[in-house]
Nanobody
Framework: QMQLVESGGGLVQAGGSLRLSCAASGRAFSMHGMGWFRQVPGKEREFVAA????????YYADPVKGRFTISRDNAHNMVYLQMNSLKAEDTAIYLC?????????????????WGQGTQVSVSS
């Protein structure tokens, strides 16, 4: 089992920035691809960003390319999502997810583990 705990969400004005953190415990963190997804009530969960097990490869959904950056620190079992130039449409619950090696979670059916999520609200 792997436990994932997100933090860093909050309320921010449009154009602002937030940095989300995900702390992982349990299984070997470095043997998991990591990703961020988001969900709005009444809508399907959608992919935001992901990084492979080593952090050498990153993937982004089109709506966030150029604004969001995913990174990981395998020494400290952490993954981050830096979100810049936030827009009202980025408002959602953001969830951290992990997929066992060699997979990288880029679709909602990919993860083996999920965090509880952290709320991000962007006011226009």
């Amino acid at each position: 089992q792997m436990q994932l705990v997100e933090s860093g969400g909050g309320l921010v004005q449009a154009g602002g920035s937030l940095r989300l953190s995900c702390a992982a415990s349990g299984r070997a963190f470095s043997m998991h691809g990591m990703g961020w997804f988001r969900q709005v009530p009444g809508k399907e969960r959608e992919f935001v960003a992901a990084t492979n097990w080593s952090g050498e490869r990153t993937y982004y959904a089109d709506p966030v390319k150029g604004r969001f950056t995913i990174s990981r620190d395998n020494a400290h079992n952490m993954v981050y999502l830096q979100m810049n130039s936030l827009k009202a449409e980025d408002t959602a619950i953001y969830l951290c997810a992990a997929a066992r090696y060699p997979r990288t979670p880029t679709a909602p059916t990919d993860p083996d583990y999920w965090g509880q999520g952290t709320q991000v609200s962007v006011s226009s």
